[in-house]
């Protein structure tokens, strides 16, 4: 049975809540009011991850982060802090950046050349004198945007009275420091086009009801069953299963599964030793990952023992999920489309240790078979595609996450039936219910 904790409040002093029993209606999933109530409630006022640090590593360097009708523009100004700013010219309002990379040396509009420096301070005004009255400078500079940056991902807050990212996530700065997520490295960046609403992409992830029916490579080696829940303020919640173990509703196999033999070769350990005891391989894999890391140059010293060995995922309110192994962390979530209740954009960054510090291949090792990076490697490129092409086998997002994409345009169609009107929710599913109190307290302006 799935074991849920809810945290006690923390600074913000917003309470922790045990979530009611709850029905969902389906109209929160289908109709355009709801797109226009969540964006004014939910994605203007919370902190929304925006994307990498690393993707600013000099003066000028600058993304772009489109999330409903907005467009925001990151940048790394010239004392090297990094600024956002709503991507909007202040003389007409054209959208200036239209590449979603790139490096400048001022901020230029395309259209009639107003130029901002990178403070966003407005510099140049092409025929300046024909302006009656004068522009005045200050007042058309560009329009910031709350920025902060935490463990490598930025965050962007547009309500100007945003409580501080630090308070938002509350103890999930604790928890997730040991990982150093700073010290990954860009792997994949990928974005899929989606047939669903944001929601019904996010419920998906928030519960792990569905896992034995839609990915049966997960049965015999998942224990999903029995996840360790927990709940915090604001809608986020973790979970966690327990990682180099068989499922618990089966019964331990008496030779070493498959899917760990790859695991145990890797950090130079018999499968066949485990023959008989395979209870037992993931408490001896915490200790070897730690013996072969230090040979290695990987550290896992201020990790416990359950981060070395488990997959914790974080569920951040409204559009984070992080999926976390110690050498890997998958950072994805969906971005509400600006319009159409039916569809959404959903996103994707693997990010991992580099080959030089979690492998040698010289010595057969490897703390994880899927790194993929050298320290070398130049940032991959942004791949964006349909669901069609998951479904067509054209692109994965891992076979795991494809199997979720190929169900979600099916769960919003079944939305919009005239025999259908509630979900129901199960004790599984307590972090679906917790998004979705919070969701509701956002939209009532009830979130103290
Ligand atoms: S709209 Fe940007 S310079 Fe005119
Ligand atoms: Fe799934």
């Not at 040396?105 to 302006?131: N, S």
């Not at 009255?133 to 007042?139: F, G, H, R, W």
């Not at 890797?266 to 008989?276: N, Q, R, V, W």
Request: proline share 6%; glycine share 6%.
């Amino acid at each position: 049975m799935p074991q849920v904790t809810v945290e006690e409040p923390f600074s913000s002093g917003v309470p922790a809540r045990t979530p009611e029993r709850a029905t969902l209606d389906k109209r929160r999933y289908i109709e355009p009011s709801a797109v226009a109530a969540e964006w004014e409630a939910i994605w203007t006022r919370c902190w929304l991850f925006a994307g990498l640090e690393s993707d600013l590593p000099d003066v000028g360097d600058y993304f772009v982060y489109n999330v409903g009708v907005e467009s925001i523009v990151i940048l790394r100004d010239e004392e090297s802090r990094i600024r956002a700013f709503y991507n909007v010219c202040q003389h007409r309002g054209n959208r200036i950046f239209t590449n979603e990379r790139g490096a400048v040396q001022q901020v230029a509009c395309p259209y009639h050349g107003w130029r901002y420096a990178l403070d966003g301070q407005l510099v140049i005004v092409p025929d300046e004198e024909r302006f009656c009255p004068a522009v005045d400078k200050e007042e058309r500079s560009l329009k910031p945007v709350n920025l902060a940056t935490w463990a490598g991902t930025v965050w962007i807050n547009m309500d100007p009275g945003a409580i501080p990212l630090e308070e938002y996530l509350g103890p999930i700065i604790d928890n997730l420091a040991p990982y150093h997520f700073e010290n990954m490295q860009l792997a994949k960046h990928q974005t899929v086009a989606l047939d669903a609403n944001w929601k019904t992409v996010r419920d998906n992830f928030l519960e792990q009801y569905h896992v034995d029916f839609i990915h049966p490579q997960h049965a015999s080696l998942v224990d999903c069953c029995n996840s360790e829940n927990t709940l915090w303020p604001y809608g986020h919640s973790a979970t966690m299963v327990e990682g180099y173990v068989t499922n618990s509703r089966y019964r331990v196999p008496e030779k070493t599964p498959d899917h760990l033999v790859v695991l145990l070769d890797g950090i130079g350990l018999a499968p066949e030793d485990f023959h008989g005891r395979v209870g037992e391989i993931r408490e001896t894999v915490q200790k070897r990952k730690r013996e072969v890391g230090k040979r290695l140059g990987f550290d896992y010293s201020q990790l416990s023992d359950a981060q070395v060995t488990d997959v914790w995922q974080y569920d951040i309110f409204p559009n984070m999920f992080m999926t976390i192994q110690a050498e890997e962390v998958w950072i994805y979530g969906p971005r509400p489309h600006p319009t159409d209740p039916d569809k959404c954009f959903f996103d994707k960054w693997t990010l991992q240790i580099p080959l030089e510090v979690g492998s040698d291949p010289e010595q057969g090792l490897s703390l994880n078979p899927r790194l993929m990076v050298s320290r070398h490697d130049e940032r991959p490129e942004h791949d964006s595609f349909t669901a069609a092409d998951v479904i067509d086998g054209k692109h994965s997002l891992t076979i795991t996450i494809d199997q979720d994409i190929y169900y979600l345009s099916d769960m919003q169609a079944g939305m919009h039936s005239r025999g259908f009107d509630h979900a129901l929710l199960n004790e599984d599913e307590v972090r679906v219910q917790h998004f979705h109190d919070w969701l509701q307290s956002f939209l009532a302006e009830d979130i103290v």
